[in-house]
């Protein structure tokens, strides 16, 4: 029985990787997939480990296993070294003693095998099939989002909140930067839980900052690069002082649904429209004042938008091209 191994990061897991993996699925009865990683690397390694668990959970063929290794003992470089390889052959040839197949894209992989008393197989070495690499799409994940199976890229998606007090354009200019970028947008859930500002209760604003957290959460794996979120729990606390004089609390995935990319913060120097369910203009400066307070508090950089709504719109998108974008092309 052909048993065959493939080692890598997956840092982060892309086509390419599938596709080698896919060529060792072809050539092998049985394969082991190791997810190697260190203390130092930027991706957490469970993320990665399930990344690849999750893509191939229904290939009875498949074994993924995570392994944890100490770069200043085994390399962590993928360039050819007879030295390197010689010290990770020992070492899975210990851990996985029924392997008779090295599959890789790299140089190194015949080392490895020959060390290993075994039989390597090359898959794609000068990447001509799968033109990228893990390094590419961290430091430009947008540019190569096509790369990115579905499971990954939520873990790539940026994060925008759309800020401001009452009467500033604040849900018109989410749903607007949605549709400009082809993506989803979360709305502010306080309007299908309260008739109006006056009328809130602090039973009402725990409500709120459950319901928005859960709403961002479920609306991640669906959104396109950008998620754009109208208000966030910071907003909900500065209600909190500002009606009732106290402060709200949430649980921990409450505020890591909350941690935002940008914040894009809208002034009140714009026209007010009185919906019904809104402060006065009196207060609505009042509340300004109180959100922008929480923000301070909280140590959270805003970017601050002014003009009539249409400059507010170039000047969102300016911001959000120049952090999320530009850098890219």
Known sequence: MIRGLVLGKFMPFHTGHI???????????????????????????????NWVKDYYRYNNKVQVH????????????????KEAA?????????????VNLFVSSEPYGEYVAAYMGIVHLCFDEKRKLVPVSATAIREQ?????????AIVRPYFIKKICIAGSESTGKSTLTKKLAD??????????????VDS??????????????????????????????????????????????LFGTTIEAEDWVYEANR????????????????GTRLDVKERERLNSFHKKEFIKQQIAVNTIRGNWEERFRAAINMIDQNFFERTA
């Not at 896919?22 to 990665?48: G, Q, S």
């Not at 602090?202 to 319901?211: M, P, Q, W, Y």
């Not at 935002?260 to 919906?275: A, H, P």
């Open 197 to 242: 500002t006056e009328s809130c209760t602090v039973a009402d604003l725990h409500h709120i900052v459950n319901a928005h957290a859960k709403a961002i959460t479920a609306s991640i794996p669906l959104a396109n690069k950008l998620l754009f979120v109208d208000t966030d729990i910071t907003i909900t606390r500065s209600y909190a002082s500002f």
């Open 180 to 193: 400009y970028y082809a993506t989803l947008y979360v709305p502010e859930v306080a309007r299908d839980i």
């Open 86 to 98: 010689l010290v990770w052959a020992q070492y899975l040839k210990e851990k996985f003693p029924a």
């Open 260 to 275: 935002f990319d940008l914040y894009l913060f809208l002034e009140t120097d714009c026209e007010f429209v009185q919906d």
């Open 66 to 81: 995570l392994i944890a290794y100490d770069a200043a003992v085994m390399s962590a470089s993928s360039a050819a070294s």
């Open 141 to 149: 994940p947008f540019k190569n989002w096509l790369y990115l199976p």
């Open 19 to 49: 596709a080698l993996i896919d060529f060792a699925i072809a050539n092998t009865a049985l394969l082991d997939i190791l997810v190697c990683a260190n203390t130092e690397e930027p991706v957490n390694a469970v993320v990665r480990y």
